[in-house]
């Protein structure tokens, strides 16, 4: 059964691990990443960006998939499917399609209209019993071709947008989406304690979890993150086992044509992708 992550996360925040929000793409990646998180034992957030929910044909034939796969694979496992960056509109499609969880990014609004749009989120998801994340401070690099500026979120907005109910927050430290720049100074902790100082135990999230190094995550951990987004090492492992096995010319021979054969690199390239997170983000067993 789909849950949203409200008790997901303040169980992770209590015992001191954090839950991965692995996104989504097609069936084989969900069900790599199901399967993964059921053999682990450990809890886990489907993550859907509005283009990829556009490209598996929409919010609704998402949700019937995740389903589907939840009774047919007896995953016993708490799973949340979870909106990624969502706009405002993308938010309402995704309550009415059936997610268990929503991410509204108003980081790009003043203030003011982020405290707006989000406030009346809060009293939705409240309605409907689905989880609320929302973001200050923009993550930096691409998302769906939004480039946001990687800036650190100011911990005074941070309680602003905490203190309206939301569940969960990301907060800009200095992270950023896709592969981080050879020159990256890394996580700014200084900035995340000063938002835990003012938000408390609310269950902190760490986007662009590619390229951070283990010891950074850890100590994010240590300091209030209890979801961390990985996105990008999914796609490069699947991309690079599917290119292997391409080149290598099995597409071409016997019954290399096959779909079913063809992604299959890709499919355990992700489950070794999210074993090797779970185990770093210390939710294996957590389930
Ligand atoms: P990466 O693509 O850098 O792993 O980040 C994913 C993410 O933060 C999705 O919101």
Same mark, same amino acid.
């Given at each position: 059964m789909l849950v949203n992550v409200k008790d997901m996360l303040q169980k992770a925040r209590k015992e001191g691990y954090a839950v991965g929000q692995f996104n989504i793409n097609n069936l084989e990646w969900t069900k790599a990443i199901l399967q993964t998180a059921e053999e682990l034992k450990s809890p886990v957030i489907l993550g859907v960006s509005e283009g990829a929910g556009k490209y598996m044909c929409g919010f609704k034939t998402v949700v019937g998939m995740v389903n589907g796969m939840l009774e047919e694979m007896k995953i016993t496992v708490p799973v949340a499917i979870h909106l990624d960056h969502g706009t405002y509109d993308g938010c309402l499609k995704c309550v009415e399609a059936g997610f268990s969880s929503i991410m509204f990014d108003g980081s790009h609004y003043p203030i003011e209209e982020n405290i707006a749009k989000t406030t009346e989120l809060v009293k939705l998801c409240a309605e409907k019993g689905l989880s609320l994340e929302a973001e200050v401070g923009a993550i930096g690099g691409e998302e769906d071709g939004v480039v946001g500026m990687g800036e650190c979120a100011d911990p005074?907005?941070?309680?602003?947008? *905490?203190?309206?109910?939301?569940? #969960?927050? %990301?907060?800009?430290?200095?992270?950023?989406? /896709?592969?981080? !720049?050879?020159?990256?100074?890394?996580?700014?902790?200084?900035?995340?304690?000063?938002?835990?100082?003012?938000?408390?135990?609310?269950?902190?999230?760490?986007?662009?979890?590619?390229?951070?190094?283990?010891?950074?995550?850890?100590?994010?951990?240590?300091?209030?993150?209890?979801?961390?987004?990985?996105?990008?090492?999914?796609?490069?492992?699947?991309? *690079?086992?599917?290119?292997?096995? #391409?080149? %290598?010319?099995?597409?071409?021979?016997?019954? /290399?044509?096959? !779909?079913?054969?063809?992604?299959?690199?890709?499919?355990?390239?992700i489950k070794e992708t999210v074993k090797t997170k779970m185990e770093l983000f210390g939710s294996v067993g957590k389930a």
């Open positions: 005074n907005e941070c309680k602003m947008i *905490a203190d309206l109910g939301v569940d #969960i927050l %990301a907060a800009g430290i200095g992270n950023i989406h /896709g592969k981080y !720049p050879a020159n990256w100074p890394g996580l700014r902790f200084d900035v995340l304690e000063a938002v835990k100082e003012k938000v408390g135990d609310m269950p902190l999230v760490l986007h662009g979890g590619t390229g951070i190094p283990d010891d950074m995550i850890k100590k994010a951990i240590s300091l209030g993150v209890a979801k961390i987004n990985v996105n990008t090492e999914c796609q490069l492992s699947f991309a *690079a086992a599917t290119r292997k096995y #391409i080149e %290598a010319g099995k597409d071409l021979e016997g019954k /290399g044509f096959d !779909p079913r054969k063809l992604l299959l690199p890709g499919f355990e390239a």
